[in-house]
């Protein structure tokens, strides 16, 4: 079974530039025409969050028309730059989302199950898993003890050694934890918001996160604790389950600029 995971591709109307110099839009095109030509196909896609960039109804119209384009089965869940509301109306169609509250679902593939986290606390940067979610987690977990089941979510539930991104941490993730480490059958916690690929054992299971559609941070503290960026190859993650564990590969959409060969 192959899952691809994109994330963060930050959306935003043709012809504004993400830090002046990005086109979000192009980038997820052609990483969308990449997974399109895979073979064999994904059994599905999911995308974690942050899906356009203002939470607007014209970004949200011009990612609908780019997603049209990719052939895999996709599933979504907002990030903080997300408008919820506006996701959910944006995503009218797809009708495993929950009506009302936050947008948590199960999608029952199999061999692996899909368990899909909404860990956002309206468009504030940090993320959170509060009670109601925590059970609902707990609950969906205890339904199919057997099921190895991916678990998707925005916010990763772990420090990186970026200072603006660790001063807000995902709230309740000690108790997300203890729940996780209590379910034997996570494969994997598949995460973004960090824009860089980053991965550490977490609850018994391994969590991880997948570089953006678009643009990168350095996985490092920048200048007086600020942000580095790295004007990188942008990318998506592939999980490949062989019958008994989750393998990953982190895919770039874009040639990394090579250094000429020293003679
Ligand atoms: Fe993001
Ligand atoms: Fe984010």
């Avoid at 942000?227 to 990188?232: K, Q, T, V």
Wanted: aromatic share 6%; proline share 7%.
């Amino acid at each position: 079974m192959l899952i691809a995971q994109i994330t963060d591709t930050h959306v935003r109307r043709k012809r504004d530039l993400l830090h002046h110099m990005i086109q979000t839009g192009r980038e997820l095109r052609r990483c969308i025409e990449i997974l399109n030509a895979l073979v064999p196909q994904p059994d599905f896609v999911v995308a974690t969050g942050d899906l356009v960039d203002r939470g607007k109804v014209k970004e949200y119209r011009r990612l609908r028309a780019i997603l049209a384009k990719l052939r895999a089965p996709l599933y979504v869940l907002p990030g903080n730059h997300d408008d919820r509301d506006g996701f959910r109306e944006a995503f009218v169609d797809h009708t495993y989302l929950p009506r009302t509250g936050p947008l948590c679902y199960t999608i029952e593939t199999r061999p692996v199950r899909l368990v899909a986290l909404d860990t956002t606390r309206g468009r504030k940067p940090g993320g959170e898993l509060d009670a109601p979610r925590l059970l609902w987690l707990d609950m969906t977990l205890g339904q199919e003890p057997q099921v190895p089941t991916l678990v998707a979510m925005h916010h990763p539930p772990f420090d990186l050694g970026i200072a603006p991104l660790d001063a807000k941490p995902l709230r309740g993730r000690e108790a997300f934890e203890e729940i996780v480490a209590r379910h034997g059958q996570i494969v994997r916690i598949v995460c973004g918001h960090v824009h860089c690929a980053v991965e550490r054992p977490f609850g018994g299971t391994v969590a991880s996160t997948a570089p953006s559609t678009s643009q990168q941070l350095a996985f490092d503290v920048g200048v007086d604790g600020g942000y580095g960026l790295h004007i990188e190859a942008p990318g998506y993650a592939l999980h490949r389950w062989t019958g008994t564990r989750l393998e990953t590969s982190v895919e770039r959409t874009a040639q990394t600029r090579r250094l000429r060969a020293i003679s």
